[in-house]
């Protein structure tokens, strides 16, 4: 099978990086056809200067990154430099990316890429907040029919909310943009904080990532060790959940993952549930599915298949 072309649309956030990373040291399975940078986990010229930072550490220079939108749909932007520092991938010291940030808006990328290639080839991966996506389809609804997927990483059903009682951080930064993306009828892959928070990168998951000996193999190893700090505080737990790469690896291992079909409505309205994806796990509001929901993961085959990959670079 030819390799499947991606469009990842992200807020670097050190889970953020590892994603891409795994995506680029999988060249059999995905081909990836430019980075759309999105305002999220820190503001638009730190996520556009991140994913640079990453596609030169991964030797990828020649992957185009393109600057989205700087702020969400309707609502002011809400960060979180309280997980991932005040650079988004704090941890490591880093280079100035040297590699140019392309020219052109990354909605402009994601709309004339869909346009060029074949109806059903290309998947968007979004990893942050939906607004580049949901401004995409807005400005060019003729786009919905031409996306084969969107897999993205946001919500949660049994594990509730990260940055509110109900809300995961994705959805609430922008929910009416994931209201658009969760109506537009393309087929849709949810990667949820039930699955997220079951792929925890534990001390020797790190040890694994530290002795590859490499530059990838230690900066991953150091962005993990700062970011689990504050999960491992609040969650009581062994370690941080990895979010975001979950999403490349659904792409090159889908047996990995279970889920069930069903409907997702996105809540934008309540003061107390604002951002929740109220997912219809049980089956019971009769509305139509318009979303495949993952619920699990084989975390150690999660983790495996991330080393050997990134092994690679």
């Known amino acids: 099978m030819p390799a499947r072309k991606i469009i990842i649309d992200t807020d670097p956030g050190q889970d953020d990086a590892v994603a891409i990373l795994l995506a680029v040291a999988s060249p059999e399975e995905i081909e990836v056809l430019g ?73 402009d990328f994601i709309v004339d890429t869909l346009r060029r290639e074949a109806t059903g080839t290309v ?72 699955v997220t928070h079951k792929a925890l990168v534990t001390a020797p998951r790190i040890d694994a990532f530290r002795d590859m000996g490499t530059e990838v193999g230690r900066m991953v190893a150091e962005w993990t060790d700062f970011f689990e700090r504050f999960d491992k505080e609040k969650y009581g737990s062994a370690g941080a959940p990895l979010h975001d790469p979950t999403v490349i690896a659904y792409l090159i291992r889908p047996d990995l993952f279970s889920g069930r079909h069903i409907n997702v409505e996105i809540e934008t309205t309540s003061q107390l549930t604002l951002g929740m994806t109220v997912a219809d796990w049980w089956r019971v509001s009769g509305r139509a599915p318009n979303a495949m929901f993952m619920g699990d993961i084989d975390a150690d085959g999660f983790f495996t298949l991330l080393t050997e990959r990134l092994a690679r670079l």
Do not use: W
């Not at 940030?101 to 909605?107: A, E, I, P």
């Not at 942050?128 to 609804?141: D, R």
């Not at 084969?148 to 929910?175: K, R, S």
């Open 35 to 107: 980075i759309t940078a999105v305002a999220g986990n820190v503001p638009l010229p730190l996520t556009e200067r991140n994913a640079r930072i990453v596609c030169q550490l991964a030797g990828r220079t020649d992957i185009p990154v393109y600057a989205g939108c700087d702020a969400p749909l309707k609502r002011k932007l809400i960060t979180a430099e309280h997980v991932h520092g005040k650079t988004g991938l704090d941890g490591p010291q880093l280079p100035d990316p040297t590699m140019p940030l392309s020219d052109g808006h990354g909605v």
């Open 123 to 194: 998947t968007l991966c979004p990893l942050g907040p939906l607004t580049n996506i949901a401004t995409a389809l807005q400005k060019a609804p003729d786009v919905a029919a031409k996306v084969q997927e969107i897999v993205l990483m946001g919500g949660a059903y049994f594990e509730v909310g990260n940055i509110t009682p109900a809300a995961e951080f994705n959805i609430y930064v922008d929910p009416e943009a994931a209201e658009i993306v969760f109506r537009s009828g393309i087929p849709i892959t949810v990667m949820s904080l039930d």
